[in-house]
């Protein structure tokens, strides 16, 4: 009955085992020390961390060396009697001065990290870093690629091996379908906010790790010194799916940036739909699905029957109500804290959707929403 049960057991964890390899630019196989350094303030980080881990090492020998050797030494089976005094100045002085000189020696090299952290002024590209449950959305604000703007989500395959519980890959959950792309050698401002709760941005190999909060907005900096693939996590509890909100940076020569931005120009441009363009329900559908697909099938699934406590589309009342306004301000305001607003989606996008899902699976309503609904909705 015991080697029965062993071997089911390995059976099982051979099916749930994997070989994982070391993530360039993202964790390490038994990684005990921080990351790979990318940028400077990462390596200033590091120093400082071996800086103060050395000083507490020194203090931590020589506190307990003399206290067990005290204890050792002067044992009371060795005749040794305790001394009979109540205050002495030099002891106070030395106890009093020695500390004072470590905090002080450990404190100024950690504030001149800490206020290069927090330098953002001349930044060469200004990037503003939306946290959303569970996505984040980037919009370009200054400097070269100035107005391309996009939703970084987990890639679809990602979400279905952890929905399988089939975990493999050296970027599980990493991947993401829209990296944020930066150049190389250039200093990049990264403002964060939220949509919904507290979210946290950081990548640990540039050394940056900043709160998102709903409200507020907060900045950080870094300036990559090499090219690749760095990774990071939403570093905030933020719900169910916080473990779905990954971070992926990719660090091109300052060509391939160049070229990057002339294309992503060229896709907003195509997607600058005018809002009060009357599109066909057959266009509409087909624009439905690519976004659905993007954006909703991660949580509610590609069958629309949802989980969990995410509700199913596929015969909602909301969805088959006549009164399309319902789902077109479920889309623009969320609901149920769970849900999240949809309003950095296009009118376009938002009414080809909504189209998409009250057509789809047994919702066969024949309703179809214009992008100037989803304008008026706004106002």
């Known amino acids: 009955m015991a080697q029965a049960a062993a071997v089911a057991l390995m059976g099982l964890m051979a099916q749930v085992s994997w070989a994982v390899n070391d993530l360039p630019g993202g964790p390490g196989v038994r990684q005990l020390d921080l990351p790979n350094p990318v940028t400077k303030i990462a390596a200033e980080q590091q120093s400082l961390h071996y800086l103060l881990l050395y000083i507490c090492g020194a203090i931590f020998i020589a506190v307990f060396g003399v ?15 305790a001394a009979d005094f109540h205050e002495s100045t030099t002891v106070e002085i ?12 450990m404190a100024l090299p950690a504030t001149k990290v800490v206020v290069a952290m927090k330098d953002t002024t001349n930044a060469d590209i200004t990037v503003k870093a939306t946290g ?15 107005g391309v703007q996009f939703i970084s989500t987990l890639d679809a395959s990602q979400r279905a091996l952890s929905d ?15 990296p944020l792309v930066v150049p190389v050698d250039k200093k990049i401002r990264i ?5 919904d709760v507290i979210h946290s941005f950081m990548v ?32 905030e509890l933020c719900g169910k799916e916080h473990a779905y909100m990954p971070i992926h940076v990719k660090v091109l020569s300052a060509e391939d940036y160049t070229k990057w931005v002339a294309e992503r ?26 976004v659905y697909n993007a954006n909703c099938a991660a949580c509610h699934q590609a069958n629309g029957k949802g989980a969990g406590a995410v509700k199913p589309i596929d015969g909602s009342p909301k969805v088959l109500s006549e009164d ?56």
């Not at 050792?72 to 005749?79: D, N």
């Not at 403002?191 to 949509?195: D, P, R, S």
């Open 324 to 379: 399309k306004s319902v789902q077109i301000q479920v889309m623009l305001n969320g609901q149920n804290n769970i849900m999240p607003a949809w309003k950095q989606l296009s009118d376009t996008e938002i009414a080809a959707v909504i189209t998409y899902t009250k057509n789809h699976w047994s919702n066969k309503t024949g309703q179809t929403v214009q992008p100037s609904e989803v304008l008026a909705a706004r106002k």
């Open 94 to 105: 030395v106890w009093t001065v020695i500390p004072f000189l470590i905090v002080i020696g």
């Open 191 to 195: 403002i964060t906010t939220a949509n």
């Open 67 to 81: 206290m067990f050797y005290s204890i050792y030494a002067h044992r009371k089976s060795k005749g040794h009697k």
């Open 265 to 290: 120009q060229k896709e907003l441009a195509a997607k600058a739909d005018d809002p009060s363009k009357v599109w066909t329900q057959s266009d509409l559908l087909a624009r439905g699905e690519k």
């Open 164 to 178: 399988s519980g089939t975990p493999q890959g050296d970027n599980y959950l990493l991947k993401v379908d829209n």
């Open 132 to 146: 959303y449950q569970w996505k984040w959305g980037y919009d370009y604000l200054k400097g070269e690629g100035e």
């Open 204 to 235: 640990p190999a540039f050394g940056i790790k900043q709160d998102a909060i709903p409200g507020f907005v907060r900045d950080t900096w870094f300036r990559a010194e090499k090219t690749g693939d760095f990774y990071g996590q939403c570093a």
